[in-house]
T-cell receptor, first 118, second 112 residues
Framework: DVKVTQSSRYLVKRTGEKVFLECVQDMDHENMFWYRQDPGLGLRLIYFSYDVKMKEKGDIPEGYSVSREKKERFSLILESASTNQTSMYLC?????????????????FGAGSRLTVL | AQSVTQLDSQVPVFEEAPVELRCNYSSSVSVYLFWYVQYPNQGLQLLLKYLSGSTLVKGINGFEAEFNKSQTSFHLRKPSVHISDTAEYFCAVRDSSYKLIFGSGTRLLVRP
């Protein structure tokens, strides 16, 4: 019954390493999102994508990039991990933009990937 | 830009007592509001949503919320909580596009 799958639940990386976080959804959703969750700050949007090969910056894109080569897969990349990127990363998806009652308003989340950068 | 404020970072309550988790949002022409719940070591799941219509919205697990436009609030309530309700609760508002803006979260701690 799993609909949004994040490949790694826990990762430990070293400063300067390149990190890939993978997310796959099986609901044929157009929109996909990467959020970062930190205590006391809630969820902050890093990047989102509304179509294959399309991406837009969220509120905190610095230090991150994304890739969406296929509709079902959205990857978050940390080119050179730093200790301040230690966090919980949440992937989510939703269907296409629409008005009240449309599926665009409901995000389905993955279980999260907890990244520790040493 | 939209914003969401959850003033209470933690709410302790005894089992079977009522609870209210507060959420205020910045005003906008059209407002879509949500409550999500996150149980320990899990992702977020939708608890309830307000998109239009009745201002009293009922969700899963006996929770409900009331949209109050004049007070720009969307408080979450439950008349009698259980130990299993211990979790973090996030209020969210939809941005002008299809992004959700989340509050900082409220940790509900239910004690026996």
């Amino acid at each position: 019954d799993v609909k949004v799958t994040q490949s790694s639940r826990y990762l430990v990386k070293r400063t300067g390493e390149k990190v890939f976080l993978e997310c796959v959804q099986d609901m044929d959703h157009e929109n996909m999102f990467w959020y970062r969750q930190d205590p006391g700050l809630g969820l902050r949007l890093i990047y989102f994508s509304y179509d294959v090969k399309m991406k837009e910056k969220g509120d905190i894109p610095e230090g991150y990039s994304v890739s969406r080569e296929k509709k079902e897969r959205f990857s978050l990349i940390l080119e050179s991990a730093s200790t301040n990127q230690t966090s919980m990363y949440l992937c989510a998806s939703s269907s296409l933009l629409g008005g009240a009652g449309s599926g665009a308003n409901v995000l389905t989340f993955g279980a999260g990937s907890r990244l520790t950068v040493l | 830009a939209q914003s969401v404020t959850q003033l209470d970072s933690q709410v302790p309550v005894f089992e079977e007592a009522p609870v209210e988790l507060r959420c205020n949002y910045s005003s906008s022409v059209s407002v879509y509001l949500f409550w999500y719940v996150q149980y320990p070591n899990q992702g977020l799941q939708l608890l309830l949503k307000y998109l239009s219509g009745s201002t009293l919205v009922k969700g899963i697990n006996g929770f409900e919320a009331e949209f109050n436009k004049s007070q720009t609030s969307f408080h979450l309530r439950k008349p009698s909580v259980h130990i299993s309700d211990t979790a973090e609760y996030f209020c969210a508002v939809r941005d002008s596009s299809y992004k959700l803006i989340f509050g900082s979260g409220t940790r509900l701690l239910v004690r026996p």
